[in-house]
Structure formats: C-alpha cells, structure tokens
C-alpha cells in the first residue's frame, strides 16, 4: 500500500463475504465481527446460508453469505447495500453484485475465475475484464495462488491449503479496516485449542492476506470505525438462539424450577438444543427426541413435575406439536414453546427466515385453545423475552410460544451481559403440602391462575388430562355447561396477562401523519428507517409489538392517534389479518415482503415517503 495513504474515518460500514457454503464465510464473518467487538464498535450480523444441502460446487444455489454492519453509534440492523464485498468465485459475484453500493469495493480471488467457473456461474463473459465493474472499486487478488504459496513450507496439499482461502481474505479486510491481528489470532487460538496444525496454517494466511493488503497499491485507502460508547458492563457478540438458551437457563435459576428441554433438530432452531446442552452441568436435563412429538410430550410430563419445561421448533415442527400443545392448555401446565421462523409452507426455504408462522401460533390447534404469544425483536432481545415467555408461563399456568425467526436467530449483535440477580422475580405458583384447600382447578380470584401440585407432594393428589374436568375439583366431566365455562375461564386467564406485561410504546411521533406497525424481527430495519425519516422533519412514528396474544392494554389509542397506519412484516399481512379482527374500527395499510430476505431501509423510506405524501396531497 502507499504509506502516505490516508486512513478515513466512517461512522459505520456494511461488509459481506460470499463464497461456496465449503469456503468458510460464515467463520471468516464471525471473526471479523467478534475482533470488531472486542475492538469497541457495535454490531449486527446476517449469516445467509445456501437452502440446498452440498450444492455443486461454483454453482448460484450453493452461495453462502455473511454480512455484518460495525459502526460507532447504536447499529439496529445488518444494513442494506454493502461498502465491502469479499467474493470467492463467479457465483458469489453473480449473486451478490446487486447488494454493493456504487463506488464500493469488490474484494476478488481472481484465481477462481476461469472458464469452466465462469460458465457454471451463467457468465458468457468474464466480469474482471469486460467493464461490468467499473462503477465498483475492485482489489483484483491471487488468493488461492498466494495462500498457497504462503503454506509451501508446511508440506500440506493444496486442497489442504485452499481450506484457509476464507483466512487471507480475511487478512486483506483485517487491514482494510486498521485492524491488527492480534485479537483475531486470540480467537483463532480458542477456537482451534485442540488443532496447533490447523491453527498455525489460519494464522500464516491470515498474516499473508493481511500484508499483501499492505504492500499492493490497489489498497490505497483504509478506514477506521471509532469505538461506539457503550453503556458500561460485560459485553459478548451473541446470536439470538444462543441469547434464547441463556434467557430460559436464567429463568430456570431465578424460578428455582430444574430446566428440561426435550426437542428434536430442525433449522435454524437446532442451536437453541446444542447451546441449552453445553450447560448441563447447571442441573438442566435435556432429551432429544426420536420426533417433534415426542419432545413436546417430555416437556409436558416435565412440567407436571415440576420443571420449567421447554420444547423448540421451527413452523413444520410447530403444525406437528399442535395436539400437544391442546394437552398442555386443558391441563393448565406451564410450557415454553419456542418457535424460530422460516420460510415455508411446507419445507419451503428452510434456511431463510420469515414472519409466516404467527396465524398458526395463535389459532393453530383443534378446539378452543388460546395461548399466549410473544416475539422477540433483535438478537439479544432473544435473552430477555425467553426469560419473559418462561415468566409469564410459570406464573400464570399456561403455555407461551415465543416466536423469533432465522435472522434472529443466526444473525447476532453485542449483549450486555446481566446479573440473574438484577432480572424479575419469578414466583412458581406452588401448592403446599398437606393443604386441605387444595383442589386442582381451584383458582386465584385475581388472575385465574390453578396451584401448581408436584406429584409425590403429602396430601396433594390430583388428577389433570385431556378430557374436560370440572371447574375446582378436576372430575372428568362431559357436562355442556361446566365446559363452555372452563373454555371461557381458559381464554380469560391469558387476557388477564394484559394487566401484566408493559403497555406499547411509540418510537417517534406520538400522532402525526403515519405510524408503521411492526412486530418480531423487523424493528432494527424499521427504526432505521424512521430515525432517518425523523431527521428530516417527518411526522411518523413506529410501534415495535413484542407481546401479541394478548395486546398491550393501550393499543387501540395509539392506533388511533394517526392518519395512516401501515403494517409492515416479512408475509402476506398476518399481523394486519389479526389488528382487523381484534381493532378493527382501524384502517390497516399493508406493506409486505416475502422473499426470505429482511426488509431495507432504503426501501422503506421510500415506501413511508410515498404514503405521507399521498395523505398530504
């Protein structure tokens, strides 16, 4: 690089590495936002996986992306168009081109731009010499040669060395970016402790990108990210599922109920299950089950004993859990059931996240059979709403679904680590032994909420199921009157939760001109949006719901408060289906989106711009 070149400071930037899903993006991501992080800049991050499982090699399905956006002011989202591309091959070109900004930089191997790459990418020319990139700043490197030779010492192969490809990209951006390698080598010694052969060859490359970056004069700028002032405290970069695991494992602690998990894999929830049985040690018990039925039946039968029962999905798990889930409502037993979103139906795009499955979540079983719904909203949210849903569950003796989704929870940003201590309390409602007022459906006049009897308890023997009992004493009853009175006292108890969680809140304007309605994982993009929207004079406002089944008690005033209200959301206008039939003296607009992709900021101020001025007119 030319020594004298300035290094320029940015208030925030947005990085992308693309490879086939065998090129490592996903850990060269990783690493450069955890060096980030520890580096003092805030961040979000989008890992975007290929659908297909072993897609042919150089081919557009098998692609995979990780995109992160630093900055040093409060990052709310993964960003829209990227100010760095890192890309591997033709196919990561091909399908990541229209994601880089106009004037933004292009970092290639262009080793892996031969013919035969060119063609199985739909090339019919070669894009690194017929001008399609001029708009682009493109650092045109020999990755694949230079990684090569760097490890020639090392008597490896070279499909052995072109494994580390991810590393010496990674060096050009570590030094693209100022950052020393110091930080990113402590990570690479934690992650390969047990693997010195594979550690020393990541760090050779690393090394070798970052000082081609240095010495060739096609870099001829760095950037510099200040710090972001941070609240003070114990920060980790964490992904919303492991953000999920931590939030129920401080629940089962501040409870003092043992945590049982029983669940069965499926993307992107899977991670929920691993990081939830890495802590074992703590008393938790975990049992994963030959199906998805089985795993929600164990949590059922543990939350009868007792326990802070969990069981994890993603929508097709969540459709075969539907029966369960009556059995958990008839009996009154506490259980978290957490979904993470994709996109369907059916198997649909497995690995790409959506907003699809919230009509199935509130009224998707047979019968009467109301449960409480929640969602999370950013990664780290994922901790506090777990350990919400695990609350609200316990204490009201009901089951919730927490809803989060694939960009949730594979994407991450920095978490201020709490002390258990300092979270709510959670008081199980707990029968006491030889109490002769015990009786199973005997309620708490206030909430509605039954005792909750541990089987082997003196004097405290009992009788739950999935026939319909009486009210108070628990009899198996097929009387038409006692039934329609149970369902009513069921749906009643989980409205009386509105007295319990907090009322809305308005990001923005109070009333004016328009309020954009959102839920889930789309506020970072959404608040992005109307933080720039603000800046410049307009009167809009935004209300993010996390609490859904049942609606904070204020929402109808503040639907009221605008002249438009607009539904946004990743699916065909669930949230504006549900706001219709529960308010529906309101008149919805919608904006949806369901490509498997968040929204943009760009494209919604556009969208908001268009509907203020449409009233205005």
């Not at 100022?178 to 052969?197: C, H, I, N, R, V």
């Not at 406002?541 to 408060?561: D, Y």
């Amino acid at each position: 690089m030319n020594k004298q070149a300035p290094i320029k400071e940015k208030e925030s930037v947005v990085i992308k590495f693309v490879g086939d899903s065998g090129d490592g993006m996903q850990l060269a991501g990783t690493l450069f936002s955890d060096t980030s992080a520890v580096l003092g800049n805030d961040l979000f991050t989008f890992p975007d996986y290929p659908a297909e499982i072993r897609a042919p090699h150089n081919t557009l399905a098998g692609v995979s992306g990780f995109q992160v956006q630093i900055g040093s002011e409060k990052i709310f989202s993964s960003g829209d168009l990227c100010d760095v591309l890192v890309v591997m091959n033709p196919a990561s070109l091909k399908t990541n081109i229209k994601w880089v900004r106009p004037g933004g930089t292009i970092i290639i191997d262009g080793d892996s731009f031969n013919e035969k790459a060119l063609g199985k990418s739909g090339y019919q020319t070669n894009p690194l010499t017929d001008g399609s990139l001029d708009v682009y700043k493109v650092i045109q490197a020999p990755i694949t040669t230079v990684t090569r030779d760097s490890l020639a010492d090392m008597n490896i192969s070279a499909r052995a060395a072109d494994r580390s490809r991810n590393m010496f990209a990674l060096g050009i951006v570590t030094f693209l970016f100022s950052q020393g390698l110091e930080t990113t080598y402590k990570f690479l010694e934690s992650k390969f402790a047990d693997k010195p052969d594979i550690l020393e060859i990541n760090k050779v490359v690393l090394t070798a990108g970052h000082n081609f970056a240095d010495t060739i004069e096609a870099v001829d700028s760095a950037f510099k990210v200040p710090e972001a002032k941070l609240k003070k405290g114990r920060y980790r970069n964490i992904s919303g599922n492991v953000a999920t695991a931590w939030g129920l494992i401080a629940a089962a602690e501040r409870s003092g109920r043992p945590l049982f998990l029983g669940s069965y894999p499926i993307t992107p929830a899977t991670e929920i299950l691993m990081e939830i049985t890495k802590n074992k040690n703590l008393g938790i018990k975990v049992f994963q089950a030959e199906d998805e039925i089985a795993g929600i039946c164990s949590a059922i039968g543990a939350s009868y004993t007792g326990s802070l029962a969990v069981t994890t999905t993603s929508g097709p798990g969540l459709s075969l859990k539907s029966e369960a889930i009556g059995l958990a409502v008839i009996t009154e037993l506490p259980l978290v059931i957490v979904n993470v979103q994709r996109a369907g139906p059916s198997t649909g795009m497995p690995t790409k996240s959506e907003q699809s499955d919230l009509l199935q979540a509130l009224w998707g079983r047979n019968g009467e059979c109301p449960v409480i719904v929640m969602a999370a909203s950013t990664p780290a949210s994922c901790f506090y709403f777990a350990y919400e849903a695990a609350k609200i569950s316990i204490e009201h003796m009901t089951p919730v679904i927490l809803l989060t989704d694939g960009y949730l929870g594979n994407g991450s940003e920095l978490f201020r680590i709490p002390r258990v201590s300092d979270l709510p309390e959670i008081i199980p409602p707990l029968a006491k032994a030889n109490d002769e007022n015990y009786k199973p459906y005997k309620r708490d006049p206030e909430t509605l909420v039954r005792q909750w009897a541990l089987p082997g308890t003196e004097g405290l023997r009992h009788r739950v199921g999935g026939l319909e009992k009486t009210d108070i004493h628990g009899v198996v009853s097929t009387d038409p009157l006692n039934h329609q009175m149970m369902v009513q006292i069921r749906e009643a108890k989980v409205k009386k939760v509105a007295d319990r969680i907090p009322l809305q809140k308005i990001e923005g304007e109070n009333s004016g001109d328009l309020l954009v309605v959102s839920w889930g994982g789309t506020e970072g993009s959404i608040r992005t949006a109307i933080r720039e929207m603000q800046k410049k004079g307009k009167k809009i406002g935004h209300a993010h719901f996390n609490h859904i089944m049942p609606l904070p008690k204020n929402t109808i005033e503040i639907l009221s408060s605008y002249r438009k209200v607009v539904v946004c959301e990743l699916n065909n206008g669930q949230f504006a289906k549900y706001l219709r039939s529960e308010i529906p003296e309101i008149k919805y607009l919608q904006y949806n989106k369901i490509q498997g992709l968040p929204f943009f900021t760009g494209e919604l101020i556009e969208i908001f711009n268009q509907l203020i001025e449409n009233q205005q007119s």
